[in-house]
């Protein structure tokens, strides 16, 4: 007997993961195909070792996880748990033993999308998520499960990921996240909005740079690059917060959602369909980079995003790669394909590094500065170094982290100007016709 997606047991199934994501009609095409089971108390709906790789979803009653008698978890049809296919890990390493009269269905796992899929193809997958009758817009899980990140990932982690999350409460005005100190937590607002800012140095007065609402995340470019946090995050309002620890972010989001090419596997990369981003700052670029490449700096990234073509992949470089894994992972996140030179600019010889300004030397005329063209001569200019000092990229980032934010606050002046000439011509113009009924008035 085939689900009629109307149904009861059509909204229920429908609501799964990743069966939630799927576009309408394919959704329909594998209901078709879906047979309702029932078992009875105490039996056994897979055991230890089983091979059969159809995923099984319960959709009433509870089961118990068990290892050798040893209670792994029980699982009830109202639990967060059940939105996914029960500890579907072939062969199975627990036994599902039902604890009560359930219904359940089992599911051909090559009916689902692939994960392999094109931007393009994933693109278009995206669609609005049915939502049962009694929504209240507070529907975080949702977000997290739209997300190119967590579509991407194993159906297995992000049941870890849903058992692990910890909801957390922030009073207005409460410090979140403190520039300077070590990652700890990845975040999602539930409710609330946060203001983000940042000092560009110790003595520095603060700039304010993005304010955050509810279904918006933040925290993990520190878990990213290893790097303590950069900026500052501050709750506007009363907050409520879904967190999960660096721990399982690393284990359960960073490490399957980041890949990683060689220098050397560069050239097998097709250069009409990719591009080569270097986030370093632009005097690091400057002084030497890859040819083809384009800089747009991390703390500028979000920003560039706007103007880059989905449709084409990007390799993302560094320093020493750390910085390539939060700008990889902010691609991503915007379904962008990305992946990662291991171990950045440090990992490739000198040879193949260009400048941005080359020199020729010559006996008998001055240096002269192309600006793109590279000169030939008989004598070269000494090697580059491999790197700035990291006092000095740190301190040449933060300036111009700061001019950038220094430009925002302008611009944001100058539309406020605007908005104020705007309402005084409009106030002028009322008064000139208030003056001019008292005028006729007086009369």
Not at 146 to 167: D, G, T, V
Not at 258 to 285: G, H, M, N
Not at 329 to 339: D, E, H, P, T, V
Not at 346 to 353: G, H, T, V
Request: proline share 5%.
């Amino acid at each position: 007997m085939t689900v009629d997606i109307q149904s009861k047991e059509g909204k229920i199934i429908r609501r799964l993961i990743p069966l939630s994501t799927i576009p309408a009609e394919q959704f329909k095409s594998i209901c078709a195909t879906i047979s309702i089971e029932t078992a009875k108390p105490n039996t056994f709906l897979f055991k230890k070792n089983d091979t059969d790789d159809k995923l099984i979803y319960l959709l009433q009653g509870s089961i118990r996880l068990q290892s050798d008698e040893i209670i792994v978890e029980n699982i009830s049809s109202k639990s967060e748990s059940s939105k996914f296919a029960l500890a579907h890990q072939i062969p199975r390493k627990i036994d599902a033993l039902t604890l009560t009269s359930v219904v359940f269905f089992r599911l051909d796992p090559g009916l689902l999308p692939s994960q392999n899929t094109s931007n393009e193809q994933q693109e278009n997958s995206y669609m609005a998520i049915d939502e049962p009758e009694d929504n209240n817009n507070d529907d975080w899980m949702t977000t997290l499960l739209k997300s190119p990140i967590f579509r991407a990932l194993p159906p297995a982690n992000l049941q870890k990921i849903i058992m692990n999350l910890q909801e957390t409460q922030i009073k207005k005005g409460e410090l979140i996240i403190k520039q300077g100190e070590p990652g700890d937590y990845y975040y999602l607002i539930k409710q609330g909005h946060c203001l983000v800012s940042r000092k560009p140095s110790a003595n520095a007065k603060e700039i304010k740079l993005a304010q955050l609402s509810s279904q918006d995340t933040f925290g993990e470019d520190s878990l990213l690059s290893g790097d303590p946090r950069n900026v500052s995050v501050t709750a506007l309002t009363d907050v409520s917060l879904i967190r999960l620890n660096k721990e399982n972010f690393i284990s359960l989001i960073k490490e399957p959602s980041l890949k990683f090419i060689s220098f050397d596997q560069l050239a097998d990369e097709p250069s009409q369909s990719t591009l080569l981003i270097d986030v370093r700052s632009p005097d690091a670029y400057n002084k030497q980079h890859l040819a083809h490449s384009i800089n747009a700096p991390f703390f500028s990234l979000r920003m560039f995003i706007k103007s880059i073509d989905k449709t084409k992949s990007a390799i993302v470089i560094c320093e020493n790669g750390k910085i390539s894994e939060a700008a990889a992972f902010l691609l991503l996140r915007n379904k962008i394909s990305a992946k990662i030179i291991k171990g950045g600019m440090n990992s490739i010889p000198l040879e193949n590094f260009e400048s941005a300004a080359t020199f020729s030397i010559d006996d008998n005329t001055d240096a002269s500065l192309t600006n793109g063209d590279t000169l030939k001569s008989t004598k070269q200019a000494p090697p580059l170094e491999t790197s700035l000092p990291h006092s000095e990229i740190d301190s040449n980032t933060a300036l111009i982290t700061e001019n950038e934010a220094l430009k925002q606050t302008i611009q944001s002046l100058r539309s406020e100007k605007e908005t104020l000439e705007k309402k005084y011509r409009q106030l002028f113009k009322q008064t000139e016709k208030l003056k001019s009924a008292l005028d006729s008035l007086k009369k």
